[in-house]
């Protein structure tokens, strides 16, 4: 069976990210979450959170999908 040739992530620091880009590698804490689902009742499946996020370079806001 061949092997996947995929290259080693490259881990990040926050005051590295730019606007609208993906793909990134962070270690980061969490310091607070919130809902945003209209419902408290909703399901699993269609959970999401905002995410504040910090590491020793600053703090930003993500957005996490079903417990990413």
Known sequence: MASLNR??????KLDRLAPRTHDHCVIVKV???QSLN????????GRR???LVGDETGCMYMRAHNGE
């Open 49 to 51: 959170e905002q995410v």
């Open 38 to 45: 209209k419902k408290e009742s909703a399901t699993v499946e």
């Open 7 to 12: 290259n080693k992530p490259k881990y990040v």
């Open 31 to 33: 310091l607070e979450k």
